[in-house]
């Protein structure tokens, strides 16, 4: 069965610095893994995702996210912090059925410093 | 939070009332989805659809009943059945029920129940 681990209920960082939010995962078959953003009392956005290919993806407001195969691990990054980045993030895979089905994390609110 | 909307933002009920929440897209997906959100839990998959006429239980459907009469809605009612109700419900679509296409989720519906 298919599992997601977000080991950080939350991560605080100032502004400027870089940030990481870390996710690992568990999956049989191929993995396909997601990372969303919620602002207060919204719907999730879509940051950016993994099928194959590059380990290191990227994608929207300068997030990037890097697949590690051997730490089954898919961890959110960016260079440089900024206040407005201070959410709620998810980390989501598909489940095994092979249908679109995601199961997501528990989350990691970060929260950035001035 | 793209092409869909859910209604109402918030509601009110009373225990033993059944309620219905309202989702629809206009991004001409064929896949929806239900989700419910708890503080602490990540989002829960209630029910899916792939395809109009066909839906499916998730993890947590017990309590909840849905329909998918046409591609662009999928509501679902809270039964009097469901034994702890109170929650944030969201809504997604993505372009396809298989594969690996990213959901886009509504604004969400803040259910109370009491």
């Known amino acids: 069965a298919q599992s997601v681990a977000q080991p950080e209920d939350q991560v605080n960082v100032a502004e400027g610095n870089p940030l990481t939010v870390k996710c690992t995962y568990s999956?049989?078959?191929?993995?396909?893994l997601f990372w969303y953003v919620q602002y207060p009392n919204r719907g999730l956005q879509f940051l950016l995702k993994y099928i194959t290919g590059d380990n290191l993806v990227k994608g929207s407001y300068g997030f990037e996210a890097e697949f590690n195969k051997s730490q089954t691990s898919f961890h959110l990054k960016k260079p440089s912090a900024l206040v407005s980045d201070s959410a709620l993030y998810f980390c989501?895979?598909?489940?095994?059925?092979?249908?679109?089905?995601?199961?997501f994390g528990t989350g990691t609110r970060l929260t950035v410093i001035p | 939070d793209g092409g869909i909307t859910q209604s109402p933002k918030y509601l009110f009920r009373k225990e033993g009332q059944n309620v219905t929440l309202s989702c629809e897209q206009n991004?001409?997906?064929?896949?929806m989805y239900w989700y419910r959100q708890d503080p602490g839990q990540g989002l829960r998959l209630i029910y899916y659809s792939q395809i109009v006429n066909d839906f499916q239980k998730g993890d947590i459907a017990e309590g909840y009943s849905v329909s998918r009469e046409k591609k662009e809605s999928f509501p679902l009612t809270v039964t009097s059945a469901q034994k702890n109700p109170t929650a944030f419900y969201l809504c997604a679509s993505s372009v396809s029920g298989q594969g690996a296409s990213e959901q886009y989720f509504g604004p969400g519906t803040r259910l109370t129940v009491t």
């Open positions: 991004l001409n997906h064929d896949a």
């Open positions: 999956v049989s078959g191929n993995p396909y």
């Open positions: 989501a895979v598909r489940d095994g059925t092979g249908a679109n089905n995601l199961f």
